[in-house]
């Protein structure tokens, strides 16, 4: 069986400590692991597959002979370190919005479009956390049914923005619980002018705002969408729209979902469909109160729908609810599957760079 | 001044606890206060401007020489009671759901359709919460531009299934920390075969289901939100679809709106209509990261709507985001300007009953 030599860059996060885990989970047979994280970082140990591996800086230098980067360090860390590890030869599969609408740069959900692969110059995007959850939902209808129309309204967890949120999370909860103030310094966005508690909150913006009152996160949810399923970010016959809220969960992120389709299926045929869909996981039985949660989403690596049922006066529209847990199959799960699809497709090679 | 001799129905309930406050505050002249629970609560005391009352345990004799009933103990309650309250002559404000959608009741917001209070048969209903924040909002456009279609996803509070509701939020939060199990008991419907915990959790069911996978909190605001804004909860011009979705905060629902109109207007124009529209609050300034949370709503009688933007793709379609103290605004504040709109408009009276 091949083996490939790995890096994970940014395994320190609550993204890169799942990489790790998803990576020594798979089948992917690793060669050498390479661990790189921030200045801070380095030198602290973690296990793989029982064996111990000390975490380095990450600089342009380290990428010499690797196969694969699952990298989840931040946009401008992917910006400055991946066209160094392209170079060197590596394909990198990245967490990062920063190469997400770059035409050449495939964005991928296994599930959805693994044919995207192919096109790769050495760099694939991993979707953001709230968009794979509901293409991997919505795909199997559009495919069956074709959708000319999303909306959709999310309830996102805090570790979307990392560690450090869901600490502050459970801080602020638990000053709440003392009586003290809770006292917010991250979110809604790092570096923000203003921050504002998340416990028993809620705070209507997930990244920086756009001229056109959208937010950052609700632009990419409408792009990446149309890129993923009409493989173009400014498709205009599938119509997507978004309004992304944090919610005060850990982890999992929920999304109410509206869509229309060109056609008026029955709905127990798209729940028969979306059952025996590839990552789906069908929990719809209100009648016994079946339905999607995030603490029992948290830790899996499926998406969840339930919840689904026919628009009460517009023929050919559902609304459904899906959840997912954002680090996982929203991230971490979602990159190593990307590896595994390359690997399968014999693609872990950059096309403009012989070895 | 005109004096009343006012009952409180309820009155130690989470809602009812906040009628005796926004009576309190009101300039309603009161002659005599009626104070009525359940049987456990009687004898316990209440101040009211000043002066101690003792709570009774409701019967349908306490209504003799009552002029207006505030009532919010419970559908069944309402119904075993109210009937003859109308009789003994007073005009009953009901929180509960029980006679909303009776033809000959009204069912009013005093900002949006007051002129139905004049329709009344000794009892005016008061809407669902959720429902009463969103039309606060949706009508002065409704008004200026004609809406044809509502989409709403809602963030619902635990107070709007009561104190008991909200106390549990609060302790299996406390559970979670300590590393304890948390023990639902109340959530997501009292009496339900299975509870869910809420705290660091979604919950995507409020109230019982219906035969075509709407639950009943849905169905209400679908049909409450075209009684009022079109006089009949069957309206077919207007379409309104909702997913309401119980979320991890004790006070203050959030709510993410689609609505299209007939016309386009721009965003300024209905910004503008909408900071000058009674009992509304914009607070819509996504630059200085202004928007509605409910940590600052809550206590707050307002509706407060922000994140207005055009729809990128829909010609005449429209987001927005709108939060208001469903306690308040949503309950007791409403049922108390409906009380006040009855004794402005001389409509404290029973048609039927001479008294």
Chains 1, 2 share one sequence.
């Not at 694969?68 to 931040?74: C, M, N, R, T």
């Not at 770059?102 to 995007?125: F, K, R, W, Y």
């Not at 799960?333 to 693609?347: C, F, G, S, T």
């Amino acid at each position: 069986m091949q083996s490939f030599n790995v890096a994970i860059l940014g395994v320190t996060g609550a993204v890169g400590t799942r990489m790790l885990q998803q990576l020594e989970k798979s089948d992917i047979v690793v060669d050498r692991l390479v661990l790189l994280a921030s200045a801070r970082s380095a030198g602290q140990t973690r296990i793989f597959r029982g064996q111990s591996y000390t975490i380095e800086e990450a600089t342009t230098d380290l990428f010499k002979g690797i196969d694969i980067v699952l990298s989840s360090a931040g946009g401008s860390v992917s910006k400055a370190l991946l066209p160094a590890a392209v170079k060197a030869g590596a394909v990198c599969v990245d967490n990062t919005s920063a190469f997400r609408m770059e035409p050449d740069v495939p964005l991928v959900v296994p599930e959805v479009n693994p044919g995207m692969l192919s096109q790769h110059h050495g760099i694939v995007a991993n979707p953001n956390c709230s968009t794979i959850q509901m293409v991997v939902a919505l795909a199997p209808i559009d495919r069956q049914y074709k959708l000319h129309q999303v909306l959709v309204s999310t309830y996102q967890a805090a570790s979307g923005a990392g560690q450090r949120a869901m600490n502050e999370l459970f801080d602020e909860a638990q000053q709440r619980h003392e009586g003290e103030e809770e006292t917010a310094a991250i979110l809604p966005v790092k570096g923000a002018e203003h921050h504002y508690p998340l416990a028993f909150n809620l705070l209507p913006q997930i990244d920086v705002f756009e001229d056109d009152g959208f937010t950052h996160e609700e632009w990419k949810m409408i792009h990446e969408t149309k890129k993923i399923l009409r493989g173009d970010m400014n498709d205009t016959e599938l119509k997507v729209s978004a309004t992304c809220v944090r919610v005060p969960v850990p982890i999992g992120h929920g999304e109410s979902v509206y869509f229309e389709t060109n056609q008026t299926p029955a709905v127990p045929d798209m729940q028969a469909l979306l059952a025996h869909s590839k990552g789906v996981v069908l929990q719809d039985d209100p009648a016994h109160q079946v339905y999607p949660q995030p603490i029992n989403a948290a830790g899996h690596g499926e998406t969840f729908v339930g919840r689904m049922r026919a628009d009460r006066e517009n023929p050919g529209a559902y609304h459904m609810w899906v959840v997912a847990d954002n680090l996982l199959k929203g991230a971490a799960l979602n990159a190593v599957q990307i590896a595994q699809e390359l690997i399968k497709r014999d693609l872990v090679r950059v096309p403009e760079v012989t070895k």
